[in-house]
């Protein structure tokens, strides 16, 4: 069974930066699909970012250019490098696992507790 830690949330004033961490147990295909979501409240959740095993990342439109996601396989870790946040990026940030990503935006795999963001304006 997979399981996520997240860590690294906090708040921050606008413009400022956050590194967010998921650091994940479970066997190299279990994990070779991540991805971050988050959720703010009264909103649905979206795709803020995924990579897959072999490196290929893909971005949530509101995030492009701003966040990097990132994989330590050696650490079974994924890392989200937030920069020039905005009011409008607080939310709950989930770190999520799965052998495929189409399984993770089916809502199914692995998902952490979450961690809160907050930026301030």
């Known amino acids: 069974q997979v399981q996520l830690q997240e860590s690294g949330g906090g708040l921050v004033q606008a413009g400022g930066s956050l590194r967010l961490s998921c650091a994940a147990s479970?066997?190299?295909?279990?994990?070779?699909?991540m991805a971050w979501y988050r959720q703010a409240p009264g909103k649905q959740r979206e795709l803020v970012a995924f990579?897959?095993?072999?490196?290929?990342?893909n971005y949530g439109d509101s995030v492009k250019g701003r966040f990097t996601i990132s994989r330590d396989n050696a650490k079974n870790t994924v890392y989200l490098q937030m920069n020039s946040l905005k009011p409008e990026d607080t939310a709950v940030y989930y770190c999520a696992a799965a052998p495929f990503i189409a399984t993770i935006k089916n809502g199914f795999g692995s998902w952490g507790q979450g961690t809160q963001v907050t930026v301030s304006s």
């Open positions: 479970g066997s190299a295909f279990s994990i070779n699909a």
């Open positions: 990579i897959t095993g072999t490196g290929m990342t």
